[in-house]
């Protein structure tokens, strides 16, 4: 055999063993192939799982995260909550303590309240037996509600009416507040005015009581005239006989008086005349001279005697204005020679009204005359001895 044969039968077995290798490796990667397509197979079922279960997890987590979400804020609130209970717990540690000292207390008010228990049950036995007594009450008192409920429905329609005028009074009220606040300007003038009237009530209660004196003496000459009267009755029924004669008589007397008066009256304002121009004053129904000596109480009565008229006589405040305007220490016609301590005008008319100075009269037995003294003053009468010598007023009464 050749060389080239050798080769070529060597070439030949390294190319059969190479095939069978290569068989073998084939048949090795066939099998290897097919494990492989299993497992690819197992892998795409496996990955398939795995899918469904990464999409499962997917939502739990989703879902998981909203609880968490949820459990941060639940948890921030209840960390917000511990610490408010933290506090509540410390205050209600305090309370506990204030409660079990209240405890101790109360435990101590419950034997006090056993106690009072047993006497508590004794009442309520004898309440019981009241209770009887008031069902029965209160079974009339129901009839008696189901009448009071029926003058509620009554009172009720009322209380409607009265509400409308409650609306009404309360514009009225506004209007009133105003005239209120009128009448209270008003009132303060009022007042003032009331004030001013209160002085002159006074003054005229000083008159009142002059005038009442003065009622009670004519209630006297009244009583006398009444006596009168019934004589006059009888004389008249007697002279309604001769009435004729009387008749023309009384013309013929009537003719005289009225020459009279016309007379008179011509006298007396001449007198009036004469009198102011000796110095008289003329007041009301007066005239009065101030002297311009000094005399004795008694002098002075009988200058004034002289001149037809009496040392004055004041009755009323007027008359004692007057009589201040003088500016004089002056005797008046006030003295208790008589009897000490009644005092008597000249006329011997007692005294009821008096403008004694304060502390007067104050000379008892040795000071028995009055005299104007501090004219500055509306009081000013004092009781001096009638031998002392002062200026005098008279007096002379003016009938015209
Ligand atoms: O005014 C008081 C008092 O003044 C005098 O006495 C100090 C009078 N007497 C004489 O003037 C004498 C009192 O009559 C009078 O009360
Ligand atoms: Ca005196």
């Known amino acids: 055999m050749c060389q080239t044969d050798i080769k070529w039968e060597m070439e030949m077995v390294l190319l059969q063993t190479s095939y069978n290798n290569l068989t073998k490796e084939r048949d090795q990667l066939q099998t290897s192939y097919n494990n492989l397509t299993i497992e690819r197979d197992q892998l795409q079922t496996s990955n398939i799982n795995l899918t469904i279960e990464r999409d499962q997890l997917q939502t739990s987590y989703n879902n998981l995260a909203i609880e968490r979400d949820q459990l941060q804020t639940s948890y921030n609130n209840l960390t917000i909550e511990r610490d408010q209970l933290q506090t509540s717990n410390i205050n209600l540690t305090k309370e506990r303590d204030q409660l079990q000292t209240s405890y101790n207390n109360l435990t101590i008010e419950r034997d006090q309240l056993q106690t009072s228990n047993i006497n508590l049950t004794i009442e309520r036995d004898q309440l019981q037996t009241s209770n009887i007594n008031l069902t029965i009450e209160r079974d009339q008192l129901q009839t008696s509600n189901i009448n009071l409920t029926k003058e509620r429905d009554q009172l009720q329609t009322s209380y409607n009416n009265l509400a409308i005028e409650r609306d009404q009074l309360q514009t009225s009220n506004i209007n009133l507040t105003i005239e209120r ?20 009530y006074n003054n005229l209660t000083i008159e009142r009581d002059q005038l009442q004196t003065s009622y009670n003496n004519l209630t006297i000459e009244r009583d ?6 019934i004589n006059l009755t009888k004389e008249r029924d007697q002279l309604q006989q001769t009435v004729g004669d009387i008749t023309k008589e009384r013309n013929d007397l009537q003719r005289q ?12 304002e001449k007198d009036k005349m004469n009198m102011l121009n000796n110095g ?16 004795t109480w008694q002098e002075s009565r009988n200058d004034c005697l002289q001149k037809g008229a009496d040392l004055m006589i004041i ?4 008359e004692q204005t ?7 220490y002056m005797w008046i016609g006030l003295t208790d020679s008589e009897t000490e301590g009644t005092w008597k005008w000249v006329d011997g008319t007692p005294m009821t009204t ?16 009055v005299e ?10 004092n009781d001096e001895a009638c031998s002392s010598s002062h200026f005098w007023v008279c007096e002379k009464k003016f009938l015209s």
Do not use: M, V
Request: aromatic share 14%.
């Open 181 to 200: 606040d009128q009448l209270q300007t008003s009132n303060i003038n009022l007042t003032i005015e009331r004030d001013q009237l209160q002085t002159s």
């Open 315 to 318: 009755n009323n405040i007027e």
């Open 372 to 381: 104007i003294k501090y004219y500055d003053k509306e009081n000013n009468w």
């Open 322 to 328: 007057f009589i201040r305007q003088f500016n004089k």
């Open 257 to 268: 008086l009225k020459d009279t008066e016309a007379s008179c009256k011509t006298r007396a």
């Open 280 to 295: 008289w004053q003329f007041f009301r129904d007066g005239f009065y001279h101030i002297s311009s000596q000094r005399k």
């Open 224 to 229: 006398q005239l009444q006596t009168s009267n």
């Open 354 to 369: 008096s403008y004694w100075d304060s502390g007067e009269p104050n000379g008892g037995s040795s000071e028995n005359c």
